[in-house]
């Protein structure tokens, strides 16, 4: 059992993850960067403490288990980054588009964090439990919302919570051209784009909060382990097996 993210803490600031899933390495711009900053800035304005992770600056061994190197990989440095993710309080993906898809490092992410996902908080619930998630998405090609259904499904598949209007993202016109950093691109200045990410990172902001208020997600009918020892807590045939 793993400790939770607010328990014994609730005066602390809330804690938010960005983990980019750009293929370039530090320091080479990042577009997805760029768009993931200024959610950054406006968490920061509501008094969020941000951590950034580059993925690709990590050599995450493919893999669904919490250490790889215990299943042959030679290194495997997702262990050295999951007390960042348990800490944060809002975990935020943000991914380029490859094909309509989002990128190979970021799939990789989803599979990492899958391989915590029967770890458990102080309730007995999955260890997600209780904290919100988000994605941006940045490409000059068509896929954005492709992109964000199939990361905003993983993220709640493996415990998150999604508050409303949890994506947003920019493209350029269809096909070849700039990416959302480059001169003349008209992705910084875009209306829509721009008021998407404002309204992702509030929305953030406000669920973290109301979940901390709350005491996280309530406990009743969504342990495992009670489930293990027999309770069927609602279920119309408390005699399953």
Do not use: C
Not at 16 to 37: C, W
Not at 89 to 112: C, M, Q
Not at 192 to 215: K, Y
Request: charged share 20%; proline share 7%; hydrophobic share 40%.
């Amino acid at each position: 059992m793993l400790r939770g993210m607010t328990e014994g803490e609730p005066d602390r600031p809330l804690r938010a993850l960005f983990i980019n899933g750009t293929l370039k390495p530090s320091p080479a711009l990042s577009h997805t960067e760029g768009l993931m900053q200024v959610s950054r800035a406006v968490l920061e304005s509501g008094g969020v403490e941000v951590d950034t992770i580059r993925a690709v600056d990590h050599e995450l061994a493919p893999g669904v288990h919490p250490d790889m190197t215990e299943h042959g990989a030679a290194r495997d440095d997702w262990p050295a980054l999951w007390d960042r993710v348990l800490d944060a309080d809002i975990l935020v993906l943000g991914t380029p588009i490859w094909l309509g898809e989002p990128s190979s490092v970021i799939r990789r992410v989803i599979e990492r964090l899958y391989a915590m996902s029967g770890l458990t908080n102080e309730k007995g619930q999955y260890v997600y439990y209780g904290k919100v998630a988000g994605t941006i998405v940045t490409g000059n090609e068509d896929g954005v919302k492709h992109s964000a259904m199939s990361l905003l499904y993983a993220l709640q598949h493996l415990g998150f919570v999604i508050p409303p209007q949890a994506d947003a993202g920019w493209i350029g016109e269809a096909g070849p051209g700039p990416s959302y950093l480059d001169p003349g691109s008209g992705g910084p200045e875009n209306d829509f784009t721009q008021r998407n990410v404002t309204f992702l990172s509030w929305n953030l902001i406000h669920l973290a909060t109301m979940l901390r208020a709350a005491g996280g997600v309530p406990a009743h009918g969504n342990r495992r382990s009670a489930w293990d020892a027999g309770q069927r807590v609602g279920h119309p045939n408390p005699e399953y097996r």
